[in-house]
């Protein structure tokens, strides 16, 4: 029994420092992508992978094509994200009683957009040529890809945190970061983002999201710690 013990608490430290290493890898991938993509944007220079990127987009142009990836490119838009997002909150009130996962979800997803549009006006990058649809605003970076990143990067986290059976859990992640992925290229392929406005976006949505899940989780512990056994003894004073 002591050494089950053992092996349950070596497993989870192992879970622990993984989990730790990788939201620290990612962060600092985050950091130091966006900042060396937008030192580049602010100086005027032109990067290869937005040429390469088009290219490739281009040679992959077809009806059908065009019909499947603005279908994509649907889900990062406001349109679909904000009943998507109310719908959320709405299930983590009444439905799973979790009234600190319906935080979660506004403070990700306004924050996200709330942080996109001071970047767009601090690079103010006019948004590329000859685009496939109609856009408007600015280019950097992907208002898209940075909701996408934050959006479902922060339902990834809701997979990870509450999806028990590891196989399923796995798969639904999988899932979940090629559709980020897919969604970002959707921006290129219609021309109204370069791929530097997608990685950017990506950058700063998942270093937001990373941002503030680990402070909502820290009000959280605060919350139970401190203000919640206060409230339960003025309650019991009542009664």
């Keep these: 029994m002591i050494r089950s013990f053992y092996k349950k608490m070596a497993a ?4 622990f420092t993984v989990e730790l290493l990788f939201v620290l890898g990612v962060s600092l991938a985050c950091v130091v992508g966006f900042l060396y993509i937008g030192a ?30 603005e279908s994509v490119t649907f889900f990062a838009s406001q349109q679909f994200i904000t009943p998507a ?3 959320l909150i709405a299930y983590f009130l009444f439905i ?19 942080l996109n549009l001071v970047l767009k006006h601090l690079f103010d990058r006019p948004r590329p040529l000859m685009p496939l649809v109609h856009a408007s605003g600015l280019s950097f970076p992907s208002g898209h890809s940075m909701i996408a990143a934050s959006f479902y990067g922060l339902i990834i986290y809701l997979v990870w945190k509450n999806v028990k059976r590891p196989a399923l859990r796995n798969m639904l992640v999988l899932l979940l970061a090629l559709f980020i992925l897919l969604i970002g290229f959707s921006r290129i392929y219609l021309r109204v983002h370069y791929a530097t406005d997608v990685l950017a976006g ?3 949505g998942f270093l937001w999201v990373i941002i503030s899940l ?3 989780r820290s009000l959280e512990k605060f919350s139970k710690k401190e203000i919640t056994p206060v409230l339960m ?3 019991d004073k009542k009664t």
């Design 12 to 15: 989870e430290f192992t879970l």
């Design 40 to 69: 580049e944007i602010l100086q005027g220079d032109q990067l290869g992978i937005d040429k390469k990127a088009f290219a490739f987009a281009h040679r992959i142009v077809s009806p059908a094509m065009n019909a499947f990836i």
């Design 85 to 87: 997002a109310l719908l």
């Design 96 to 114: 799973r009683k979790h009234r600190w996962h319906s935080i979660r979800v506004p403070v990700v997803a306004l924050g996200s957009i709330s």
């Design 202 to 204: 990506f950058s700063a």
């Design 214 to 216: 680990k402070l909502l």
């Design 233 to 235: 003894e003025e309650e």
